[in-house]
């Protein structure tokens, strides 16, 4: 189906969100899907358990599930299953998804010069091009690939966003604490800390499927379907090549299955790159958190600098009103309406007491000030 043809079946078609699909191949071929979850189960031929990881009202977390005939996909807004010739994906009119739908529809189609070696020559045909590295990556991987660069682009070009939000952010925070420019890190820091444990998951996912050498096997599903569909005479072709060795003649066939099924070397290939580059955006955000944690430590000692320099105010102020109080206490002495003998022609006495305190007060301050800075308690 033409491009133009799928985007008017879009634009004229209204679905609800758990009934719209869409259905690709590797021949360029795809059709829109109004169908019910119990439909979709007798045609991939799964359970509604494995259907519910898929489903979109339910907060599943990323997972790549693989089962005997289908792979199971979960990755944020991508919820897709993938057969070993078709992919199944849900809400193709999304925004975040129709751009995945135009990059299956371009890269699934193929000339199908491997299928028809397989219709021609039969399956054996297949697995000696693979080994000999000219046949081309099975569909489900390359449907598999084409979902892993989606969500990792998606989830690099979110940390690309909060970063262009947070750092001017916290360059103006240094430079002005205010509650707008707290209220606007807060808010950042907490977005940053939900978009982490998301990629972290799709990393944990892709790292789990690479640790265990088994689960990579269960995802080639082209594989499980040549094996299933092997008929003897192909079988006595694979025997015929170990025929100069009578001693493994008998377990010939086995072995060649055998070791063909524990190849997983280009899915592992697969994977590790996208592994790459999730870690890569996961770092990016660990390099964001440090900045964060940095200005947060900038602005606490700045704060407690503030605060060093109040305490250190309010001691003087102390020490001044110390200073005063010796003063008010000597006037107060003095105005008292007591009858005092020597009060009397004595008049040059209040000039004299008056410079007295005065000067005994300033130096009582000067006093206390350099105690406090021989103590450290108040900066030179």
Not at 32 to 45: A, G, N, Q, S, T
Not at 140 to 165: K, N, Q
Not at 237 to 257: E, L, R, Y
Not at 332 to 360: A, C, E, Q, R
Request: proline fraction near 3%.
């Amino acid at each position: 189906m033409a491009e133009g043809t799928l985007k008017s079946i879009l634009r004229k078609t209204s679905f609800s969100p758990t009934n719209n699909w869409i259905k690709l191949d590797g021949n360029g071929h795809s059709s829109i899907l109004d169908i019910d979850k119990y439909e979709i189960m007798r045609l991939v031929r799964i359970d509604a358990r494995d259907l519910r990881i898929v489903d979109p009202l339910l907060a599943y977390p990323s997972t790549i599930l693989s089962r005997e005939e289908v792979i199971v996909l979960n990755l944020e807004h991508i919820k897709a299953i993938i057969t070993a010739k078709e992919v199944f994906l849900q809400d193709p009119t999304s925004k975040d998804v129709a751009p995945i739908v135009k990059e299956l529809q371009r890269k699934l189609f193929t000339t199908g010069t491997n299928e028809r070696d397989v219709q021609d020559n039969g399956p054996l045909d297949v697995q000696v091009d693979e080994e000999d590295g000219n046949a081309e990556s099975p569909f489900e991987f390359r449907a598999l690939e084409i979902f892993l660069e989606a969500i990792c682009s998606f989830l690099d070009a979110r940390v690309g966003e909060l970063e262009i939000d947070t750092y001017p952010t916290l360059d103006e925070l240094t430079k002005k604490v205010s509650s707008r420019n707290l209220d606007k890190v807060r808010k950042l820091k907490s977005a940053m800390t939900r978009l982490t444990a998301r990629v972290q998951k799709v990393k944990e996912e892709i790292e789990h499927l690479m640790d265990d050498d088994e689960d990579m096997a269960d995802l080639y599903l082209s594989r499980k379907l040549v094996d299933a569909s092997s008929s003897p005479i192909s079988e006595s072709v694979a025997g015929n090549w170990f025929a100069s060795s009578p001693t493994i003649k008998s377990k010939s066939v086995a072995t060649f299955h055998r070791d063909d099924e524990n190849n997983v070397d280009e899915l592992e290939m697969l994977l590790e790159a996208y592994f790459m580059q999730i870690d890569d955006t996961l770092n990016r955000l660990t390099t964001l958190r440090g900045y964060i944690d940095d200005t947060e430590d900038y602005i606490n000692i700045h704060i407690d600098n503030h605060r060093n320099q109040l305490i250190q105010l309010e001691l003087l102020l102390n020490a001044g009103e110390l200073s005063l109080a010796v003063y008010a206490v000597v006037t107060g002495i003095l105005g008292m309406n007591l009858p005092f003998s020597w009060t009397k022609d004595h008049d040059y006495m209040f000039k004299w007491v008056v410079i007295f305190t005065g000067v005994f007060t300033f130096f009582l301050f000067l006093i206390i000030v350099a105690y406090a800075r021989k103590k450290g308690l108040v900066g030179s």
